[in-house]
Each structure stands twice: as structure tokens, then as C-alpha cells.
């Protein structure tokens, strides 16, 4: 199953560009900051082209070879939402776009930044850390 977060993604370049979405935790998404994965066409809704000057491209290494993607340095605010839509916690993070990826990916680093602490994979249950409330995946959404 994986396990899915609801987030409100906001782009800290252009004002007023944010939209909800769910994300996966990819746990082998490693990452030296909060990063966060988002398909083009996300991507291109939320603002991110043209690319701003602080885009660069960047080859990276996946489980299907090495590709290259627009890489944008703390270029979005990641809020993580509750079920009933309130915020659990944020962060700032860079931006990684994917032509190939067809959903939004949370790094390792994001994860951590987030606070969020994965019980079951398989049957996508989380909490925040510290917390003893089972949280259950939210459903995938496919840009």
C-alpha cells in the first residue's frame, strides 16, 4: 500500500500559487535537506515555469537509472494536514521535478523535518512523532 500524507504544497516564489494534494513517503528517497518530488504537470500548475534563476538541472540517481530533473532550492513550504484538513506541522524544502514521476514523493530528510514516523508500511499507518494517535495512508493522487 505505501503510506500517503495529505499536504498543502505552497510555492514560496510566486504569491499565492498552493495547492492540496496527497503524497508518498519514500523512505528511499534520501536526501541531505528537505527535499520533496513533484510530477511536471504539479509542478507547472503551482507556478514552477518558466524555472526561476535559481533552478539548475541535476542528474539523479532512481530505481530505473539515472534521469535528469529541475532542481529548485528552498523554493516551497510542505504543510502536512490532518484528515480534517488542519495543520500538523511544515517545513520548507527544496524542489526536485520529475518528468517521470506521476505523484508527489517526500524524501527522507522531508519526512524527518515533518516529524512524521511511519508504523506500517504495508498497511499505511504513520503518527507524528511523539504522538500515539495511528494515522491511516490518505488515497494516491496521480499528476
Not at 500524507?5 to 499565492?16: A, F, H, P
Request: aromatic share 6%; with cysteine; proline share 6%.
Amino acid at each position: 500500500m505505501g503510506v500517503r500524507v495529505r499536504v498543502k504544497l505552497v510555492n514560496m516564489l510566486r504569491e499565492g500559487k498552493s495547492i492540496v494534494t496527497s503524497a508518498l513517503i519514500n523512505s528511499g528517497y534520501e536526501a541531505r535537506h528537505p527535499e520533496i518530488c513533484l510530477p511536471k504537470r504539479l509542478a507547472e500548475e503551482l507556478g514552477y515555469y518558466p524555472p526561476p534563476e535559481t533552478a539548475v538541472t541535476v542528474a539523479v540517481r532512481t530505481s530505473g537509472g539515472i534521469v535528469r530533473e529541475l532542481f529548485i532550492p528552498n523554493a516551497i513550504k510542505v504543510v502536512l494536514l490532518s484528515e480534517e484538513g488542519q495543520e500538523l506541522s511544515s517545513s520548507v524544502a527544496d524542489v526536485s521535478i520529475s518528468e517521470f514521476e506521476n505523484e508527489v514523493l517526500i524524501s527522507d530528510a522531508l519526512a524527518s523535518a515533518l516529524r512524521i514516523a511511519v508504523e506500517d508500511f504495508f498497511l499505511g499507518l504513520w503518527r507524528l512523532r511523539g504522538e500515539t494517535r495511528l494515522r491511516r495512508s490518505a488515497p494516491p493522487e496521480y499528476w
